[in-house]
């Protein structure tokens, strides 16, 4: 992985490795949505996928999670305008946008604690599915 790729090369010149190391891990792309039967609106929740580590906000079955969890999405180049739903502070959508990773990404800091530290993280905001009865009592709106 070339140090700084992601100043200097765009998504698509990205070699496989350097594509999956943008993801900072927050979590927020496993949280469960829904849409409105009314306006076909997609909406958030704050219930964490039945795999989600709600600690350290990383996939606990990650080898495994398309047979486990098939709704779970594999997010790639090719398809990113699909993730429109992606929260604005999504490496993949912020380079995606013309934008930078912000100071708190683990790629910047060398870990992820900076990104806890920010709140950028769903750690302690989230309830697992097992806990979380009526999801429609769980909406929420990402602030970033
Ligand atoms: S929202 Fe984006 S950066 Fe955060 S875990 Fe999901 S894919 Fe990775
Ligand atoms: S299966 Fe893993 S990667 Fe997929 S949504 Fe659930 S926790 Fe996230």
Redesign the pocket.
């Known amino acids: 992985m070339q140090a700084d790729f992601w100043y200097t090369k765009s998504l698509e010149q990205m070699s496989d490795q350097e594509w999956e190391a943008?993801?900072?891990?927050?979590?927020?792309?496993?949280l469960n949505k829904l849409i409105d039967e009314d306006t076909d609106e997609l909406v958030h929740t704050n219930v964490a996928c039945e795999l989600l580590n709600t600690h350290s906000?990383a996939c606990s079955n990650y080898e495994n999670r398309f047979s486990i969890v098939p709704d779970c999405l594999k997010?790639t180049r090719d398809k990113l305008d699909d993730y429109f739903w992606?929260?604005s502070?999504?490496?993949?959508?912020l380079l995606a946008e013309g934008q930078s990773l912000p100071s708190w990404h683990p790629l910047r800091t060398g870990s992820k604690s900076a990104m806890h530290k920010a709140g950028q993280?769903v750690r302690g905001k989230v309830v697992p599915e097992s806990k979380a009865g009526a999801w429609e009592d769980h909406i929420i709106t990402w602030a970033s």
């Open positions: 943008l993801c900072d891990g927050c979590g927020k792309c496993c906000c997010i992606l929260p502070s999504c490496a993949y959508r993280s």
